[in-house]
């Protein structure tokens, strides 16, 4: 059973950064989906960024919100996946998710089955 653990989320200065981290345990396949979405009081679900763990061409995606500012990078540890933050704004201000793809090869937004319970980022 694939579980999701995040940490670092916090408050923070606009124009500052944030570090999130994921890590997944009990996972058992070789090449999935994993992504950082958020969620805003009273505003719907956003896909912030993804990256397709084991894939040797490399995948990522960004919400073009967060483009330029946001950067996914697999962490040393292998079934990590960061998320740095920077130029942070109230606009960020979110319940930030990771979850994880382990049923469909990919990294569209419906295909996330796995849920970390989330961790709050507030730019104020």
């Known amino acids: 059973q694939v579980q999701l653990v995040e940490s670092g989320g916090g408050s923070v200065q606009p124009g500052g950064s944030l570090r999130l981290s994921c890590a997944a345990s009990?996972?058992?396949?070789?090449?999935?989906?994993m992504g950082w979405f958020r969620q805003a009081p009273g505003k719907p679900r956003e896909r912030v960024a993804a990256?397709?763990?084991?894939?040797?061409?490399?995948?990522?995606a960004y919400a073009d919100s967060v483009k330029g500012r946001f950067t996914v990078t697999q962490g040393n540890a292998g079934n990590t996946l960061d998320l740095q933050m920077n130029s942070l704004n109230p606009a960020d201000s979110a319940m930030y998710y990771c979850?994880?793809?382990?049923?469909?090869?990919?990294?569209?937004?419906?295909?996330?089955?796995?849920w970390g319970q989330g961790t709050q980022v507030t730019g104020s």
């Open positions: 979850a994880a793809a382990t049923q469909v090869i990919a990294c569209n937004s419906q295909f996330f089955n796995v």
């Open positions: 009990g996972v058992t396949l070789s090449r999935y989906c």
């Open positions: 990256m397709m763990i084991g894939y040797r061409f490399g995948y990522t």
